[in-house]
């Protein structure tokens, strides 16, 4: 694999960046993933049966399938460009990054396709104006049972991943100041 001229740290930047296709991905995921966690506590404050209330659980569902849409590629590109030459600094804190990155790949495909996986089970398209995708599973009671719960469990705990790997940026931003935030973002 021939680095770009982003990944060896070309003139330009000083530093290894990602490319525009991978900055574009993370902050696309980024946003989908902050409007489903929105859109599923507005519809907590939402009276049942109320149009507020199904507008927001529509929103929520298509900006995770559409989280599974963009993760793909996503996760296909990093195998396949990989990712540009990590920040100086103790191996510890490079493992850990490297396992916070790939437990937030895991989460950006699994959690959107157990949701979608909850709905069909519960006996329901994922649809919107005219857009229907197919179902993935059958109805099934028990399985939308166990689907929910880890969907719920999973949403619940992310809060908390997504939190860390947003104060470890700000922390090697701030405190080590080095360029690990500066790498997926493409300033002049």
């Known amino acids: 694999m021939t ?9 330009r930047t000083g530093f290894a960046q990602y490319d525009c296709l991978a900055i574009f991905l993370h902050w696309a995921i980024f946003l989908l993933v902050a409007v489903a966690y929105a859109a599923i506590e507005l519809k ?3 009276a049942k049966g109320t149009p507020a209330r199904a507008l927001a659980m529509t929103v929520h569902e298509w900006a995770g399938a559409l989280v599974v849409v963009l993760a793909v590629p996503r996760l296909l590109w990093r195998l396949v460009r990989g990712a ?6 103790p191996r510890w804190i490079q493992r850990a990054g490297d396992a916070m990155h790939w437990v937030l790949y895991l989460f950006i495909v699994a959690q959107p396709i157990l949701g979608i996986v909850t709905l069909n089970a519960g006996g329901h398209l994922l649809e919107w104006g005219g857009l229907t995708m ?3 599973v059958a109805p099934d009671a028990y399985l939308k049972g166990i689907a ?3 969907h719920e469990s999973i949403g619940t705990a992310f809060y908390t991943v997504i939190g860390l790997h947003a104060m470890a940026a ?12 500066r790498r997926m973002w493409r300033g002049k």
Do not use: R
Request: aromatic content about 6%; glycine content about 14%.
């Open 3 to 11: 680095p770009t001229n982003a990944q060896a740290g070309g003139a």
């Open 84 to 89: 540009p030459a990590v920040e100086p600094g």
């Open 148 to 150: 929910k719960d880890l």
């Open 44 to 46: 907590g404050v939402a």
């Open 170 to 181: 700000l922390f090697h931003h701030y405190m080590l100041g080095d360029n690990t935030l």
């Open 134 to 136: 197919p179902a993935m």
